[in-house]
């Protein structure tokens, strides 16, 4: 070996020891906006636009990020769902790099989970943190529910056995007061949920129109209230039970005006009481009060800020910020909601 190829190597082996020594900070890359309000002036204000996330992004030029691309692996192409931990850890499930964003803002950590232990990641579709920060990932392909600590680490997977196995799960929530885990299947048209010890406790649901009967159930949430809120999506409307499976009351029908559900995905609710569902056919958030009412729609058709291309799942912190997966956009869009009879800002 040459004196040259000698040094080269020797440089080379610094940089990886570097990067194995001085791991990677990551931050959110967020284009920041303020001004835009739902619905126009002079009325009370409900939502303020603050910014779109479009990538996760090592601080600086590290070793890491020149050598292995970590801007390709930390940026965002098909967001489908999203979830915010209670210390503001954030979890969106990525379509097409079949993996979650994975970020821990206190500690600048990113992480791209697209294995579970030996298992890659087909389709995961829903995301959900516990109140103890576990993680849980629906894949609906690999029809299965993988739960991640507290670090991203694999830890366990979630199944049913005998007729009850799951077909399809797709919308997670997590139920804290009760500490239960609630999945949609949609093949299946039921809604299973578990218990804290991660124990299949029953299901509820079958294929039908009827009060607590779905037609491909997709997406899940809850309410401040206690309450499990269900998208059934080929009946154009949404449930909403109470713990563990009490119908409580639906509303929603079919059509293509403000108010109709043509396609609706992700499903939350505010402090307020107030539910938001994503409309990607119209590419909108529409606004609805608990007794089905309609307020308003946030958003419109479009690629700039403030505006949709087939939004998907959405969730709601416990700051009020409203994420939105503007699935087509490759970004996650995010809005501060305040109590309109507080007359917002």
């Not at 956009?329 to 995010?334: E, F």
């Amino acid at each position: 070996m040459n004196l040259a190829r000698f040094n080269l190597f020797v440089s080379l082996l610094s940089l990886l020891a570097l990067c194995s020594c001085a791991p990677t900070q990551w931050d959110m890359q967020i284009n920041r906006h303020n001004g835009m309000v739902w619905p126009p002036p002079p009325n009370p204000v409900k939502a303020e636009y603050l910014g779109e996330l479009t990538s996760f992004v090592p601080v600086g030029k590290s070793v890491a990020s020149i050598l292995f691309g970590a801007e390709e692996q930390g940026r965002i192409q098909k967001p489908v769902a999203v979830a915010v931990g209670a210390d503001g850890r954030i979890a969106i499930a990525d379509g097409q790099l079949q993996g979650v964003h994975f970020f821990i803002p206190h500690k600048k950590k990113y992480l791209l989970l697209n294995l579970a232990s030996k298992t890659s990641l087909v389709s995961p579709v829903g995301v959900a943190f516990d109140d103890d920060l576990t993680l849980y990932v629906t894949d609906s392909v690999l029809a299965k529910i993988f739960v991640f600590d507290l670090d991203g680490k694999y830890v366990d997977e979630i199944a049913v056995a005998g007729n009850d196995a799951l077909q399809r799960p797709t919308g997670i929530t997590f139920h804290e007061p009760r500490k239960l885990l609630y999945v949609a299947d949609t093949l299946a048209n039921k809604i299973y949920f578990f218990g804290e010890k991660r124990e299949f406790l029953g299901s509820f649901g079958k294929r039908g129109e009827k009060n607590a009967e779905f037609n491909f159930p997709t997406h899940l949430s809850t309410d401040t209230e206690g309450r499990i809120l269900v998208n059934d999506t080929m009946n154009f409307r949404l449930q909403v039970f109470s713990v563990p499976d009490r119908f409580v009351t639906l509303f929603g029908h079919h059509g293509d005006g403000s108010g109709d559900f043509a396609m609706p995905k992700g499903v939350a609710a505010d402090r307020w009481g107030v539910f938001y569902v994503a409309e990607p056919l119209f590419d909108c958030l529409q606004v609805f009060n608990i007794h089905g009412d309609y307020l308003m729609s946030i958003g419109n058709k479009g690629t700039g800020l403030g505006e949709f291309w087939m939004p998907s799942g959405i969730f709601i912190d416990r700051q009020d910020k409203l994420y939105v997966c503007d699935t087509y956009n490759k970004r996650v869009q995010i809005f501060q909601l305040y109590d309109l009879s507080s007359g917002g800002l």
